[in-house]
C-alpha cells in the first residue's frame, strides 16, 4: 500500500478516536477521573496491564484508556477502551487539543513528547539500572525533552539518580518530580517465572542493547562469530532476540534480517522477535549481552548469570560517561570477556558455579532494587496521590 494512503488510514483513525474519547469523557467528567496509557512501540506490555487492573479494581471512578499505533496494535487492540490513536498525528489534525481536553494523566514507559493539553505526564521507566540512554551526542537533547515531563517513575534509586544528575547537567530548572517507585516489569516477570521453570542446559539466550548506538563498544560486529562459535563449535542452542528498535525503522531491521538468513538452516538457531521476552528468559541457562538493562531484568527476574561481550572494556573504563554501576556489578550477576574465544571458558566456569552466582545475584538484588515485589501497589499509590492533587 502506497505510503500516502497508509498515512491517511491512521490519521482517520486518529480523528476518530479522539471524537470517541471526547465523547466518552466530556460526558463523565465531573464524576471520573481519566487516565491514558500510551504504547507507541512494539514492547513487552504485560506489567502494565498488572498496573491498570490494580487501579480498575481499587478505583472504580478511574476509567483508563489505553492508546496505541500501528506497531503497537497486536497487543492493545481489542481490549476494553482501547483507541487507534497515534500521537504523531495530532499535528495534522485541527483542534486536536481540545478532543482531549478531559485527560487527566497521560502514562507511558516509552518516551513520547507529545501529550494531552491539560495532563500530568508520567514516564514509566524501563530502564532496570542506570545503564546510558544513548549517546553522549545525543543526551542533551534527550535530557531537555525528557525535562518536558511532569513525573518520572523510577526503577531504583540508581535509576532515580541516574535520571536527576542527567537533568541537572543540561536544565537549570528541574520539572519531572522523580518517584523511586520499583520496577514493574521486574515483578511481572519474575512471578511469570515462578509459575513455570523451564531449564535448557544447552540454551544461550543473546539480547544485544539497540545497535546503532554505541557502536564501537556494542557487540554488532561480532553477533555472526560469537553465534557460530555457540552453535558450530560448542553445539549449543542460540535464541537470538535483538533489542526492539532494531525491529523497526528506528534500528537496523537490515542486519537482524542478515543474521537470520545466515543461521536460519541451522537447527540450533532461533530468532525471537516477539513482544515477550518470557519464553527466552526461562528456557535460556544464561544471556549474552553488552550494554542493555535487560541484563539485569534477565538476572534479577531468573537468578540465571550473564556474559557481557565487551570487545572495547578499557574504552568503558576510562570514559566518564561509563562510571555507572550498570557497569560496576556487572561481575555479581557474571562475567565479562572481551574476545569470541573466551566464550567456552566463560560457559563453563558459570556453569560450575551456579549455586555461588545465584546467591551472588539475589544479593545484588536486595541491594539495588528498593521495592522488589511491591512496585505495582507504589505506582498505585504515586498515581492515587497525583491524582488527589489536581
Do not use: C, W
Not at 14 to 43: G, W
Not at 69 to 97: K, Q
Not at 171 to 184: A, D, Q, S
Not at 349 to 375: C, G, M, P, Q, Y
Amino acid at each position: 500500500m502506497p505510503k500516502i494512503y497508509i498515512f491517511l488510514h491512521h490519521l482517520i483513525l486518529t480523528v476518530v478516536s479522539i471524537v470517541k474519547i471526547y465523547l466518552i469523557t466530556k460526558k463523565d467528567y465531573k464524576r471520573n477521573k481519566f487516565l491514558m496509557f500510551y504504547f507507541p512501540v512494539k514492547i513487552y506490555q504485560g506489567n502494565i496491564y498488572d498496573l491498570t487492573n490494580l487501579i480498575k479494581m481499587k478505583k472504580k471512578n478511574y476509567k483508563i484508556f489505553f492508546a496505541y499505533n500501528n506497531l503497537s496494535s497486536n497487543e492493545t487492540m481489542g481490549r476494553d477502551n482501547s483507541f487507534f490513536l497515534d500521537f504523531n498525528y495530532l499535528r495534522y489534525i485541527p483542534f486536536s487539543s481540545f478532543f482531549l481536553k478531559y485527560i487527566q494523566i497521560f502514562l507511558s514507559s516509552y518516551l513520547t513528547y507529545v501529550f494531552p493539553p491539560n495532563s500530568k505526564n508520567i514516564y514509566l521507566s524501563h530502564d532496570i539500572y542506570d545503564s546510558p540512554m544513548t549517546e553522549g551526542k545525543n543526551e542533551k537533547k534527550l535530557f531537555n525533552k525528557i525535562n518536558e515531563l511532569d513525573y518520572i517513575f523510577s526503577s531504583s534509586n540508581i535509576s532515580s539518580k541516574y535520571f536527576l544528575n542527567k537533568l541537572k547537567k543540561y536544565n537549570k530548572v528541574i520539572k519531572p518530580k522523580i518517584k523511586n517507585t520499583g520496577y514493574l516489569k521486574l515483578d511481572n516477570i519474575y512471578n511469570l517465572m515462578k509459575k513455570k521453570i523451564i531449564y535448557r542446559k544447552d540454551v544461550i539466550l543473546i539480547a544485544p542493547g539497540f545497535s546503532n548506538y554505541f557502536n564501537d563498544i556494542n557487540l554488532k560486529n561480532h553477533l555472526k562469530s560469537i553465534i557460530e562459535e555457540t552453535i558450530l563449535k560448542l553445539k549449543m542452542k542460540v535464541i537470538f532476540r535483538p533489542h526492539p528498535l532494531d525491529l523497526n525503522l528506528k534500528g537496523d531491521f537490515e542486519f537482524v534480517k542478515k543474521i537470520q538468513d545466515t543461521f536460519s538452516y541451522n537447527s540450533r538457531f532461533r530468532l525471537d522477535n516477539s513482544t515477550s521476552y518470557l519464553n527466552s528468559f526461562r528456557q535460556s541457562k544464561l544471556m549474552i549481552t553488552d550494554i542493555t538493562s535487560s541484563a539485569y531484568t534477565f538476572a534479577f527476574s531468573s537468578n540465571k548469570p550473564v556474559i557481557f561481550f565487551s570487545p572495547n572494556d578499557q574504552k568503558i573504563k576510562n570514559n566518564k560517561l561509563f562510571k555507572n554501576n550498570y557497569f560496576k556489578d556487572r561481575k555479581k550477576i557474571g562475567v565479562v570477556i572481551k574476545n569470541v574465544n573466551h566464550l567456552k571458558k566463560a560457559i563453563n566456569f558459570l556453569d560450575n558455579n551456579k549455586v555461588n552466582f545465584k546467591k551472588k545475584i539475589a544479593k545484588t538484588r536486595a541491594n539495588r532494587i528498593e521495592h522488589f515485589k511491591n512496585s505495582k501497589q507504589i505506582m498505585f499509590v504515586e498515581i492515587n496521590k497525583i491524582i488527589n492533587n489536581l
